[in-house]
């Protein structure tokens, strides 16, 4: 017999409005039970769902999805929600090939009204479904559940700008706080006030106050902004003002977030309301779960099976830095409320005056870091692939324009093996490619990361240095850096001599699989070789030390790479040679990301979906045609 009789009668929104509140109260233990049980087996993020089962289900139970609408942000803790829009069965197969996702996806369910797998967007995306459905006259409403995290977004506060009263803009933004104080809101007065404003009669007075007077010819509305202002000022008086109404929005809070009676009642007069509202509620992160309750950024994430998290080459990255900034007063560090993920921790213990963790806002922390150089620092910023793609603009401009002397750490560079699509580090190389003066390195290796990270400060100018998750692989080690062999040389080789016919050009982890794919290779009688790029920009020092070691029996050359093809490694190391060895001529085959988001299907790896694996690259050697390449 199952341990979640009412959790397993749950296919859809509908069988839990007909739950009673004690059975309510029994759905809730039975989702952390189930949370804790397949989350620890699967891996994911713990912590922040079980904050929220009792807001999920409120919301499920006031709100009419999928007609009405939820944007959740993160997407990460929108595992109830997935729970109880039946795909329960599924649950199983989360963050595998072919599984759930373990963010909102549009493709995966109608419940799923918009995707959400990098922060702070929450309130953008609702206020355009919210606009969408008053001008289709469909009376819909529109929820944003926004994380405290995601509230150091900008993006956030541009969105709350642009909240107009309107009506028919049925518009309700949840503030779901479980770490930090967004606002003034203590002490007793406070807590009383809070627990008037969320009462059922409250709203209706109020309601029915702005009816009233404003029907009034003439003095009725300025008379209603009038008792309005005066209202307002008095509370400040007593404990400071809100932002959020400061903004010209109803605020309601704060709200035990894990209160369901309590959050069912208030909701449900936010519908009523008929204006945009926002509802601040305290959550507890981890709840029901003791030992996440204590360490609650311990349970974030969580790998499968409950094995410890090892973020190799994060850590050396972070280790590198830390051991030139005790030597360099100057050295500077900074993240993107990524301190544990980036492996920073060391650096802010020991120099806590030169760390600067700036809340997830990319674009600030890259034009912070400008700032820094330009007032004679030298900053590391380490952000992942992903969420550096919003600083595009800060790098061109506000870096590269002006030759100011900012490291990037590019974490959790190429194709994502769990977090999906959304998580992808395959753009960086191509958009940083594009970037005036930029120098990008790749190293493959532990010591080729500590050179790289040495060289990065001392060219003087803007540069990153990308790497991967997970760790170093001790054949990449052992074939390109035998023992003695330090230092960055630009492109290192591998059985490349005097009849080979076929060179992998490759960088960073992907080296791993051209290895692999060239002993297949040899296998089959085809003599191989690897070059592995230490340096991808510029792209002609790459191109220069292959056009003075390719020998005359090389046929082919196949270009591997984890990232997008278009203006990426393949393309421009391949237009580089060309202009180094105009009188000779390779079959050339460019194996990348071609224009599509590679997400693998059941059973498949993502680098067999992205066309990248070992297989694949060893049947572009066998290939006797350009087939598509150059």
Known sequence: MSDFLLLD????????????????????????????????????????????????????????????????????????????????????????????????????SEYDCFGAGHSSTSVSAALGLAEAERLRGSGAFTVAVVGDGAFTGGMIHEALNNCEDKKGLNLVIILNENEMSISKNTGRFAEKLAKIRSTPSYFRTKAATKRFLGRIPLIGKPLFRFIVGVKRTLKNLFYGSNYFEDLGLFYIGPVDGNDERKLESVLSEAKKYGENVVIHIKTVKGKGYVPAEKTPSAYHSVSPGGKPRINGFSERFAGKLTELAGKDEKICAITAAMTAGTGLGVFAERFPDRFFDVGIAEEHAVTFAAGLAAGGMKPAAAVYSTFLQRAYDNLLHDVALQKLPVVIGVDRAGLSTSDGATHHGIFDVSFLSSIPGMTVFAPATYAALDASVAAAFASGGPAAVRYPAGVEDPAVVGAFYPEGSAGLRGVRFYRVNEGTAVVIVCHGRIASAALEAADILEKKGVRTGVALCEIIKPYEIAASILADNLPLSVEKLVFAEEEIRAGGFGMNLSDSLDRFLPDRSFVKIILASDDEFPVPEKGQTVFEAAGVDAGAIAKAGLQGAVDGGQ
């Open 9 to 108: 009668s749950i296919s859809s929104p509908d069988d839990l409005k007909k739950l009673t509140p004690d059975e309510i109260t029994e759905l809730a233990s039975e989702i952390r039970s189930f949370l804790v049980d397949s989350v620890t087996t699967t891996g994911g993020h713990l912590s922040s769902n079980l904050g929220v089962v009792e807001l999920t289900i409120a919301l499920h139970r006031v709100f009419d999805c999928p007609r009405d609408n939820i944007v959740w942000d993160v997407g990460h803790q929108s595992y109830v929600h997935k729970l109880l829009t039946g795909r329960r069965e599924e649950f199983g197969t989360l963050r595998q090939p072919g599984g759930l996702s373990g963010f909102t996806r549009r493709s995966e």
